[in-house]
């Protein structure tokens, strides 16, 4: 299972999430054979829905996320509930592409630029919500900062990361999303940018060993927060 939290700093500016969803992504590989690209691309979206699914309001709601971008992975999906637990898939879930230069998965070539992110929330409302924004960089994390800044106008930091294994199963995978309060003086707002820009890659500190609780400490270093709400999600078909 999953592990995240949700945190609140004392002064009321900052919402945090932080979270470990190695065992999920591994379990999404594990029942649709992806190849590591997709895996990772998979395993980013299955951890924003996640995410963004804790932070729906009502018990029975649901966030579905779709990313039609174009690339060969096809349509790439995932929907979770507000406990977390997530499920979803790839149309075409083994790609094989080059590295980049860096050495790292090219998520972004194997889902597509040319295309948008769908997000769409179930309130049980007569009409679900839907907000659809053009994607910036097919790398997700990027793509799901501009949903909020263009479609629900929260500034948010997210960043989400996957790790395989040579042997296609899953090393670590997980995410952080950071959203700034109503109000937030602009003092915070530089704080948090200097923080988040100054720490390691999502995989890098799970590959560590930091656990959400510590990659929480580093996200608002400097900040008094209480744990809001402590999760346990898995993947749910």
């Known amino acids: ?12 500016t900052v919402m945090a999430l932080a979270m470990d969803t190695t ?8 029942i649709h054979g992806t ?5 990772a691309a ?9 995410m963004m699914g804790i932070l729906l309001k009502g018990q029975e ?11 060969p992975a096809g349509s790439v999906m995932a929907v979770s509930d507000s406990r977390g637990d997530v499920r979803g898939y790839a149309a075409h879930p083994v790609v094989e592409i080059p590295l980049k230069p860096n050495g790292k998965l090219d ?19 007569p009409q679900p919500y839907i907000g659809s924004v053009p994607l910036v960089s097919g790398e997700i994390a990027e793509d799901i900062t501009s949903y909020y800044a263009i479609s629900e106008q929260v500034p948010t930091v997210c960043a989400l990361g996957v790790l395989v294994n040579p042997d296609l199963s899953v090393k670590c995978a997980g995410g952080f999303l950071v959203q700034l309060l109503p109000f937030c003086p602009e003092g915070v707002i530089d704080q948090v940018e200097e923080t988040v820009a100054a720490l390691p890659s999502v995989t890098a500190m799970l590959e560590s060993g930091m ?7 580093k996200l608002l270093a400097g900040f008094a927060y209480d744990i809001l709400d402590e999760y346990e999600p898995v993947y749910r078909c």
Request: with cysteine; charged share 25%; aromatic share 0%.
């Open 107 to 125: 998520v972004g070539t194997a889902v597509g630029r040319d295309g948008m992110l769908h997000v769409l929330r179930d309130t049980g409302a």
């Open 1 to 12: 299972m999953g592990k995240c939290l949700r945190c609140l700093t004392r002064d009321a």
């Open 35 to 39: 190849s590591a690209v997709v895996t």
């Open 42 to 50: 998979l395993g980013r979206l299955l951890t924003a829905a996640s």
């Open 211 to 217: 656990t959400p609780r510590i990659m929480m400490d």
């Open 23 to 30: 065992d999920i992504v591994g379990e999404a590989e594990r």
């Open 61 to 71: 709601d649901t966030v579905t996320l779709k990313i039609d971008g174009g690339g």
